[in-house]
C-alpha cells in the first residue's frame, strides 16, 4: 500500500500541472539562411507565430555588416499569410521528417547553401528540425523548402521596422520558449 501511494505521489509531482502543459505560446519558429557568395546575395531572417498570429521577424544584417542593422519587425500576419503558415507548419508530410541533415560539403568553401531550422510546438511534443543543402549536393525537401518563399514573400508585406524593438538575433529567439509579442518590444 505504502508503496503504491508512493508510485501515485511520485506520478503527481512528476506530471506536468495544466498551466505547465496548458497550450503553446507560440505555433512555430523559422529560421532561414540563404546564401549565394557567387552573387553576393541572400537571406538570413527569423520569424517566431504565436498561435494568434502574432508575429516577430528578424532580418539580419549581410555578413560584415554591423548588428545594428538588423531589422525587426513586429505584428499580426494578414490572414491569407496566416493561413498559408498554418498549412505549411501542419502538413502531414512535415511530421514525417524526423530529424536533421548533415551538410554534404564545407560550408567555408561552398557557393551555395540553405539551412531551414524549424521549431513547431505541437500538443503536448516539439518538432525541432535543421536541414541544411550546400552546393546542391543535397536536396531539401519540399515541406521545409516551401518555407522559404513563404519567408521572402511575408517580408515584402510587413512595412517598417518597429524602432522599439529589441534586437535579439535569430539564435536568441530560438531559444526563448515563450513567445509574448509585448515582451519582444522592449
Not at 540563404?34 to 538570413?44: A, F, R
Not at 549581410?62 to 500576419?77: D, E, F, M, Q, W
Amino acid at each position: 500500500m505504502r508503496a503504491c501511494s508512493l508510485v501515485l505521489l511520485l506520478s503527481l509531482v512528476a506530471a506536468p500541472s495544466a498551466a505547465q502543459a496548458g497550450t503553446p505560446s507560440f505555433l512555430a519558429y523559422v529560421h532561414v539562411i540563404q546564401v549565394d557568395t557567387s552573387h553576393g546575395n541572400g537571406i538570413d531572417a527569423c520569424v517566431i507565430v504565436g498561435v494568434d498570429g502574432q508575429y516577430r521577424y528578424e532580418v539580419s544584417p549581410p555578413v560584415g555588416a554591423p548588428l545594428s542593422h538588423t531589422r525587426v519587425y513586429v505584428g499580426k500576419l494578414p490572414s491569407e499569410a496566416f493561413t498559408r503558415f498554418k498549412l505549411l507548419v501542419h502538413a502531414k508530410e512535415l511530421r514525417g521528417i524526423a530529424s536533421s541533415s548533415q551538410p554534404r560539403g564545407s560550408l567555408l568553401a561552398a557557393q551555395k547553401y540553405e539551412t531551414v531550422s524549424l521549431r513547431i510546438l505541437r500538443t503536448g511534443e516539439t518538432q525541432e528540425i535543421v536541414f541544411t543543402t550546400v552546393d546542391s549536393r543535397n536536396r531539401m525537401p519540399t515541406p521545409l523548402e516551401a518555407f522559404i518563399p513563404w519567408m521572402k514573400d511575408i517580408r515584402k508585406s510587413l512595412g517598417k521596422p518597429d524602432r522599439r524593438a529589441e534586437r535579439r538575433g535569430c539564435s536568441a529567439l530560438d531559444a526563448t520558449p515563450d513567445f509574448t509579442p509585448e515582451l519582444q518590444k522592449r
